[in-house]
């Protein structure tokens, strides 16, 4: 198994929902990354985990919650968004493998709304 | 400031032609380079990766170059087809920092790819 598992696909949620995005992998990567992309731009790292720990926060606002419950899962809890939330949010996972950070996979994203 | 510089930012080919990207970049220390195509509303997908010590890459009809001397970096499309229609993305990897199990991972803002019948 060699792919990250993004669920849902596609979310639409109000300014005063709480929802989460999850994000799976069998690969045995020890880090895990949190992304945003807006159209036409390249990804932003929000959060990095490092086995299971945050070891990284990109100055991303409380409304995002990162959780990382074990060593395959990442969940990114959401509440109280912005229209301007509205991306596609990516997941991706790496080997631990000293300087040369091979095996770095995207899952497909969840595309949220936020109305 | 780390930078990844791509060109052109959009092309437009007709199927079966082939096609050359660019990506310049001024990543120090430099750990590894990847091409990843990425499809309107999905996540990137591996094309190719390169340490310092390699100079080419294939993955079909995709073909990979490295000049870390100069840091430069081609993707060559060869015979395209109308799949192949996507953002192609250059991103570069520093070593990893601090003990932490990750590289820091340096985007280029990608070339849009559009190939007509």
């Known amino acids: 198994d060699t792919e990250v598992t993004q669920t849902p696909k596609h979310l639409v949620m109000g300014m005063t929902n709480k929802k989460s995005l999850k994000c799976e992998q069998h690969m045995g990567h020890r880090a895990m990354y949190w992304y945003k992309q807006k159209a036409k731009k390249p990804p932003e790292l929000m959060f990095v985990y490092s086995y299971e720990k945050l070891s990284i926060n990109e100055s991303v606002p409380s409304r995002f919650s990162p959780e990382c419950p074990n060593s395959s899962l990442l969940n990114l809890h959401l509440h109280a968004l912005q229209p301007e939330d509205s991306a596609l949010y990516l997941c991706?996972?790496?080997?631990?493998?000293?300087?040369?950070?091979?095996?770095?996979?995207f899952g497909s994203g969840t595309r949220l709304t936020v109305v | 400031k780390n930078q990844v510089e791509q060109s052109p930012q959009s092309l437009i080919i007709l199927e079966g032609k082939n096609c050359t990207l660019q990506?310049?970049?001024?990543?120090?220390?430099?750990?590894?380079l990847r091409w990843y195509k990425q499809d309107t509303g999905r996540g990137p997908v591996s094309l190719t990766i390169?340490?310092?010590?390699?100079n080419t890459k294939s993955n079909g009809r995709y073909t990979a170059t490295l000049d870390a001397d100069t840091k430069q970096s081609s993707l060559h499309i060869t015979a395209s087809q109308l799949s192949d229609s996507a953002s192609y993305i250059c991103v570069v990897s520093a070593p990893n920092a601090g003990g932490t199990s990750y590289g820091k991972l340096t985007f280029g803002q990608g070339t849009i790819l559009t190939v007509h019948p």
């Open positions: 390169m340490t310092f010590s390699e």
């Open positions: 991706a996972s790496s080997q631990r493998t000293g300087e040369k950070n091979y095996g770095y996979t």
């Open positions: 990506c310049n970049y001024t990543v120090s220390p430099f750990s590894n």
